[in-house]
């Protein structure tokens, strides 16, 4: 029996390690998992370096060239454009697990309110909406809303969104899963039409204090039940850039 036992538990032993390892490789929630405990477990670590060192948590900088593209309070303090009607399609241009895992997040919490609806596709063409990152230490913006609007009836044609990896990844920053979610759901909001307000709200110009809040909520809702009272019908666009 003991001779059995021998080789046993080595056996076991193995099948639990080949499968841990299979399971890494071939689930992507197990993937993703891991990768957000390892993302954790880096911002946790960071912040008992800062607490033995005395240093605070760097915050984004905008650098000069970049200023010119930060919001402005005046030109986002109404709505800048809508879909058709609350829902659009978008696409997952993600690789890092972190980062898709929030961006997956963020999807999901805006279409458990049932005030909007984005509809995952498979095919960047298809989409509305391209959901992608950037790797830009420059750009001074942990996320960005980038969209494209008929000036005629004020209808979004395409809005793009973009993650900042610069800053959302690197723990010096001090970004948790839970404030790069609400950074995911902030520009999400930007997607929908959605603009700042110093209330609190997933739509703080800081953009990942908050997750959705009931008045964002409210507020799509609102935005939804308006008609567009765009006076022309020409086809010019126009372009708005959200950073944050
Ligand atoms: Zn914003």
Partial sequence: MKKYSKLFLPLIYSLIFITAIWSYQNIETVNSNTNIFIHEVQIHTQNIINQVTGKKKQKPKLTKDNSQRTEKKATYSKPVGKWPTNSATIFINIKDPVLRSAAKSAIKAWNDTGS???????KQKDANIPFTTIDDDKDG????????????????????????????????????????INTAEHELGHAIGLHHTDNISVMQPTGSNYPIQSTDIQNVKLLYSRKNTASTSSQSQTNTTNNN
Avoid: D
């Fill in 116 to 122: 909007f609806t984005f509809h995952v596709v498979k």
């Fill in 141 to 180: 913006a942990a996320g960005l809303t980038e969209a494209n609007i008929n000036s005629g009836n004020g209808n979004f044609i395409y809005v793009r969104v973009e993650l900042n990896s610069a800053y959302l990844l690197n723990p010096v920053y001090g970004y948790s899963q839970r404030r790069i």
